[in-house]
Each structure stands twice: as C-alpha cells, then as structure tokens.
C-alpha cells in the first residue's frame, strides 16, 4: 500500500463519506465531495504537465478549496508548498523559485502578488475563485488513484520564516506528517462526531497537522475562520458545538478577554491546544476556569512536523510546560559544546525521531549545521525537570544578556501578564553603551484599563531580580504578529525616546 499522505483522504471517504469534513459557515463538503474534487484537482495538474515529484505552490486562506488542492496535489505524488496569503510579488516569486514550483493555486484576492510572483518564477497561476474555479474542476478528468510515493518520500515543503536571510524550506515527508496528525489525533482524541474549529492558518504546519490531516484522519469535522476574531470564533463555538480548539497564545488571551464572553455556550468543548508559543500562565488559568476546559500546552517547530512535545491529557498536567516528548521521539537539553545538562540547567532543546524533517530543500549545509550529531537544534533554550517535563524559556535568540547577566524575556512577560491591566507584553532587549542590553517591554493594555510605565515598573521590580525587571516600557495599541497570532519580537522596536544612545 502507498505511504502517500493522501491515502488518510480516500481512507476516510470509503469510510464515512457522508460525514461532513469541512465547513465555511454555510458551505459544508462531505468526506465523499472532498474525495472526488481532489481527484478531479489532480486531473487538473496532470494536464498541466505536473507529475510524482514536481512542486505545487499553494496560497489560499481557510477555505474547503485549500483542501481540495493539498490532496489534490499529493494524490498526483507532487510536492505541496504552502504559503502565506499576505506575501508579496517579490516573495511569491522566491518561494517558487527557490522550490521550482511548475504550478500555484492563489487566492483570487491576492491574484495580483501571485501574478507578479509567478511570472517572475515562470510558474503557471490557477487563480482559485468562488464558482470558476469548480468549473474548472469539474470540467477535469478525475485521477482516482493515488500516486506510490514512500514513506521517506517528501509531502509537503514549508518555508520558515527565520530570523534572518532567506526563508528555508522544511521538507517534511508522507511519513514525518502522517504519523504527527495520527499522534495529534490522539492527543486530541479526535475522531467522528468531533467538531474542530480550523482558526489556525492551514498554510502553517499547526493548523495543517493538528487540525486538517488529524480531522481527515478521524473522520471528524474542520469549521473553518479565514481569519481569527474573537467574536467570530466564540460564534462558531457555540454554532458549531466545537469538542476542540486549537490557538496560539494570543488567540487565548483575546477569547478570555472578550467582554462578552460569557454570553456564548461553550460547553460542548472537551479539549484546547495551545502551541506556536509560550502561553502565560496566568492566560492558561483564567481560560480553564472562564470556559470550563483544560487547555494542554504543546510545543514543535516546522522542521518536526511541527508536535514534538505535549502534556498529554492522561498524565499530570504542569502549567508553564510544554509537556514530555511524544510517542517515538526523542528530546533533550544541551550546552553551547552538545553536551548533555542535568534537570534544571538551561540549554538549547535538541530533537529526533520520526517527526524531524528529512532536511533544508537544497541546503546541505544548512541542514548539516542543525542536525549536529544526528540531532536537530533548535535554538529554543529550555529546562527540564526531574519528571521530565521541559519548560521553554526562551529563544536563544531572545536571551537578553544585561552587564554580563542572562535576562530570559518570557519570565519577566509572566510577570506582566498577571498585572490586571496588561493585555499583551512582549520584553526585548535594547542597545545600551555601558550594559551592552537593557531590559525593554512594549505593553498593550486591556480595553478600558489604565496604568504608568512607573507602576508597571515597580510591580515588576517587587518579583524579579534587580537586574531584571523593565527600566523602559512603552505602550502600544497592539503588538506585530506573524499569520498564527504569533508576536513578532523582530518587528519591535522602542521608541526614539526610550532607545539609548
């Protein structure tokens, strides 16, 4: 039997194909609609010339066509390239140039960056319109079958964003991804008759693992939001008797944060994941006791398909942790020199097993730099604990070192977050002539809520050590975030008034 990826779809819809897969709103595709319109995708791409192999761009938003061609495109045995649908003509055209992608299916609202994009790659675009775009895939002479790929064979290519430099693309093969949405789907313990609510970018390897392959892989329902509200997403909770939520952290703080929360019936939630980033605790107890549900913190990365860790819903849950490892997988801390660390010394996390990428799409010596000793480097500094929980603290990138001291942003952001009036906080560090970094906050504030940067200060200082605590914060409506809510501390910066000289 194949190992294509594809095959947890037809497996599914010979199954239960009148169960409802996905839904947007009104529009509801059955498992047997998603099937054959995958078939027909892929006759669409065979006639264009794409085969086992070539690599299919895809750039659509939270809607039932980005499955249709994810499968599509896998059933042919070619390679899927998500992409982010707020990209650029420049960055389209890199992303397909750097992947060669013969094809892109783009969302008619961003038609012109992937025209512009793809003429510069000299990739075909199918623009992808509500009411053409099935003609087009009815007119399509259907491929049932699903193309032999192996296990070792690469699915999906994901570009991470990276700090710095070009974007690199993951290449995650049919093995890494299906056996990450088979651990996501018990972890979650979804299966027939759950309802998933798909507030998670499906380009993104979280909302695509955890949400689309784990729901096709149960046979349980996706309802989709394009783009994350609060207000919509507490709609849909309720509309849809959602069983499971899965967000990052500001998607968490935003529900419990609405005004009017407490009006929508969400009592049909049985489980919530969070991942992406560190979730404050205090963002984590108040959401369990406001919605009435336990929310397990997880972590990965793009490069492990993404899960790698979880506090699994059988096991003691530890708030601030990301868990233990998964099934099959292997995780531990190290020093600068890959040295092991006992319990409780801060090292880098360090990864392997079944989920890690296969490497860096034609970057040899990138992917030999992080897979050091058969491992993959994260670059996320971590503890663990006697029981072998890890707790993130922070990225090695993120460390602030203030007069030769290590300042970790995410321990001074939990303090900030309990303070009653802080919505959002995101600590950086800022250049400073004599510290070489000083400890900087920018804060956004709840709606109605008011507090100095002098009181914010002192709270601080009461709880952390001297050399910790913020001297400069400033205020902001809201903090930069990437396509998953995620904060984007790259894109802070501190204002003239506060920044040294």
């Given at each position: 039997?194949?190992?294509?990826?594809?095959?947890?779809?037809?497996?599914?819809?010979?199954?239960?194909?009148?169960?409802?897969?996905?839904?947007?709103?009104?529009?509801?595709?059955?498992?047997?609609?998603?099937?054959?319109?995958?078939?027909?995708?892929?006759?669409?791409?065979?006639?264009?010339?794409?085969?086992?192999?070539?690599?299919?761009?895809?750039?659509?938003?939270?809607?039932?066509y980005f499955a249709l061609c994810y499968y599509g495109a896998l059933r042919i045995g070619a390679i899927v390239v998500p992409m982010n649908v707020l990209l650029k003509g420049r960055e389209v055209g890199?992303?397909?140039?750097?992947?060669?992608?013969?094809?892109?299916?783009?969302?008619?609202?961003?038609?012109?960056?992937?025209?512009?994009?793809?003429?510069?790659?000299?990739?075909?675009?199918?623009?992808?319109?509500?009411?053409?775009?099935?003609?087009?895939?009815?007119?399509?002479?259907?491929?049932?079958?699903?193309?032999?790929?192996?296990?070792?064979?690469?699915?999906?290519?994901?570009?991470?964003?990276?700090?710095?430099?070009?974007?690199?693309?993951?290449?995650?093969?049919?093995?890494?991804?299906?056996?990450?949405?088979?651990?996501?789907?018990?972890?979650?313990?979804?299966?027939?008759?759950?309802?998933?609510?798909?507030?998670?970018?499906?380009?993104?390897?979280?909302?695509?693992?955890?949400?689309?392959?784990?729901?096709?892989?149960?046979?349980?329902?996706?309802?989709?939001?394009?783009?994350?509200?609060?207000?919509?997403?507490?709609?849909?909770?309720?509309?849809?008797?959602?069983?499971?939520?899965?967000?990052?952290?500001?998607?968490?703080?935003?529900?419990?944060?609405?005004?009017?929360?407490?009006?929508?019936?969400?009592?049909?939630?049985?489980?919530?994941?969070?991942?992406?980033?560190?979730l404050p605790v205090e963002v984590l107890r108040g959401f369990d006791e406001a919605f009435g549900c336990k929310v397990l913190e997880g972590y990965g990365l793009s490069e492990t398909s993404p899960v790698?860790?979880?506090?699994?819903?059988?096991?003691?849950?530890?708030?601030?942790?990301?868990?233990?490892?998964?099934?099959?997988?292997?995780?531990?801390?190290?020093?600068?020199?890959?040295?092991?660390?006992?319990?409780?010394?801060?090292?880098?996390?360090?990864?392997?097993?079944?989920?890690?990428?296969?490497?860096?799409?034609?970057?040899?010596?990138?992917?030999?730099?992080?897979?050091?000793?058969?491992?993959?480097?994260?670059?996320d500094m971590a503890r663990v604990d006697e029981d072998g929980y890890f707790f993130i603290v922070d990225r090695k990138k993120d460390l602030i070192i203030r007069g030769g001291y290590n300042v970790y942003?995410?321990?001074?952001?939990?303090?900030?977050?309990?303070?009653?009036?802080?919505?959002?906080?995101?600590?950086?560090?800022?250049?400073?002539?004599?510290?070489?970094?000083?400890?900087?906050?920018?804060?956004?504030?709840?709606?109605?809520?008011?507090?100095?940067?002098?009181?914010?200060?002192?709270?601080?200082?009461?709880?952390?050590?001297?050399?910790?605590?913020?001297?400069?914060?400033?205020?902001?409506?809201?903090?930069?975030?990437?396509?998953?809510?995620?904060?984007?501390?790259?894109?802070?910066?501190?204002?003239?008034?506060?920044?040294?000289?």
């Amino acid at each position: 039997m194949s190992a294509n990826l594809a095959t947890i779809l037809t497996r599914t819809a010979s199954e239960h194909p009148e169960q409802i897969a996905m839904k947007l709103d009104d529009v509801e595709v059955s498992y047997a609609l998603l099937n054959e319109g995958s078939a027909r995708v892929a006759g669409l791409l065979a006639a264009k010339g794409v085969g086992p192999g070539d690599r299919v761009g895809l750039m659509l938003p939270n809607v039932p066509y980005f499955a249709l061609c994810y499968y599509g495109a896998l059933r042919i045995g070619a390679i899927v390239v998500p992409m982010n649908v707020l990209l650029k003509g420049r960055e389209v055209g890199y992303h397909l140039r750097d992947s060669g992608a013969k094809a892109l299916f783009a969302w008619h609202d961003f038609g012109e960056a992937a025209r512009t994009g793809a003429g510069e790659a000299g990739t075909e675009v199918v623009l992808v319109a509500p009411g053409e775009f099935e003609q087009q895939v009815v007119a399509a002479e259907p491929i049932h079958e699903v193309a032999e790929r192996d296990g070792g064979d690469t699915a999906v290519i994901l570009y991470t964003s990276g700090t710095t430099g070009t974007p690199k693309g993951a290449e995650l093969t049919h093995d890494n991804l299906r056996r990450n949405a088979d651990i996501a789907r018990g972890l979650f313990d979804i299966g027939p008759g759950d309802v998933v609510l798909g507030a998670l970018p499906l380009f993104h390897s979280f909302g695509q693992t955890c949400a689309l392959n784990a729901c096709v892989a149960g046979g349980a329902l996706l309802t989709l939001l394009p783009r994350f509200d609060a207000t919509k997403a507490l709609e849909i909770l309720q509309r849809d008797a959602v069983t499971v939520f899965e967000g990052v952290p500001t998607m968490y703080a935003a529900l419990l944060n609405h005004p009017e929360r407490e009006r929508y019936d969400v009592s049909a939630l049985k489980v919530c994941a969070s991942g992406g980033a560190a979730l404050p605790v205090e963002v984590l107890r108040g959401f369990d006791e406001a919605f009435g549900c336990k929310v397990l913190e997880g972590y990965g990365l793009s490069e492990t398909s993404p899960v790698a860790s979880f506090n699994h819903p059988d096991r003691e849950r530890k708030p601030g942790s990301i868990g233990t490892p998964i099934e099959g997988v292997e995780m531990k801390v190290v020093d600068d020199d890959d040295h092991d660390l006992p319990p409780g010394e801060v090292g880098e996390i360090v990864i392997r097993g079944h989920n890690v990428m296969k490497g860096y799409w034609q970057r040899p010596d990138a992917t030999a730099e992080v897979m050091r000793g058969g491992w993959f480097h994260t670059g996320d500094m971590a503890r663990v604990d006697e029981d072998g929980y890890f707790f993130i603290v922070d990225r090695k990138k993120d460390l602030i070192i203030r007069g030769g001291y290590n300042v970790y942003p995410r321990e001074v952001e939990e303090v900030l977050y309990e303070h009653p009036a802080v919505r959002e906080a995101a600590v950086v560090g800022i250049p400073h002539p004599q510290l070489g970094e000083e400890v900087g906050a920018a804060v956004a504030l709840k709606e109605g809520a008011q507090v100095t940067a002098e009181q914010l200060r002192e709270y601080v200082r009461e709880q952390v050590a001297a050399y910790k605590y913020p001297r400069e914060i400033w205020f902001v409506d809201e903090l930069p975030k990437g396509p998953t809510g995620k904060i984007l501390k790259r894109e802070i910066t501190a204002p003239a008034e506060v920044t040294k000289a």
